[in-house]
């Protein structure tokens, strides 16, 4: 009987600290969530990084990282959050058409193509649009301004 009763005793200390976990994770999941609707994306950033130390791979969360940096201007570490995101195969489509933004913003436009390209398959109209805006992009490259400033 003894035996029995540590097991259970073990087993609903267990439980109730698997459910404190959960609620921890999902309280802090809810406060990064808030400020990115805010567009506090500061602590947004500050608030998943958290999260992603708990769970480093969690496409959504990587997604929600990235974009707060393109909010903020800084593109580089946009680039580098959506790169794992897309790595894991399970984001939300509209990640490639922001990914796409970074690139072009990057001056990456060939990336920026294919990531739009890739977009087109979900809606071919904004894809298609944005895809011909890097090809335009490219084309604009080697010629100089028309105009003189004085």
Known sequence: MKISSRVLLST???SFFVCFLQAQNLTDLRRANKEYELHAYNLAIQSYMKILQRRPNNPDILVKVADSYRHL???EKAREFYDR???????DPIAYL???????ALG???E???LFMN??????M?????ADNCNFAKSQLGIGSSYLVS
């Open 98 to 104: 922001d990914y796409g933004k970074v690139m072009m």
């Open 112 to 114: 920026a193509y294919n």
């Open 119 to 124: 977009y087109a398959r979900v809606n071919n």
């Open 126 to 130: 904004i894809g298609k649009h944005y």
């Open 108 to 110: 990456r436009y060939d």
């Open 12 to 14: 609903i200390i267990l």
């Open 85 to 91: 995101a897309i790595g894991q195969n399970k984001v």
């Open 73 to 75: 201007n800084q593109m």
